[in-house]
């Protein structure tokens, strides 16, 4: 068990769009952290997906970082949908 790897567990809930992160599970290969997942973090059938990745495949961002890492781009007026025209049935927006 020392040489197993560390599995970060996703859960997609049953009236949710989005995985949320909920923990993590050590395992052997993929499939067994898949099941341990669903042991841990599913035994009341809250979730109706599951996504495990290699902890060692995540790339963060560094927290000291964060000024000019999500600095807002003021100058490129294109990623501000702002000035588009949008059709009368597109009404979620």
Request: hydrophobic share 40%; proline share 5%; aromatic share 10%.
């Amino acid at each position: 068990m020392a040489d197993w790897t560390l599995y970060e567990v996703f859960v997609r809930s049953k009236h949710g769009l989005n995985h949320k992160h909920v923990g993590s599970v050590h395992a052997a290969d993929a499939q067994m952290a898949l099941e341990n997942a669903r042991e841990l973090y599913t035994r009341r059938s809250e979730g109706v997906s599951l996504w495990v990745v290699p902890a060692e495949q995540i790339t963060a961002s560094a927290g000291d970082e964060k000024e000019p890492f999500f600095d807002p781009a003021d100058d490129k007026v294109y990623r501000h949908a702002s000035f588009y025209k949008l059709p009368p049935e597109v009404d979620q927006m």
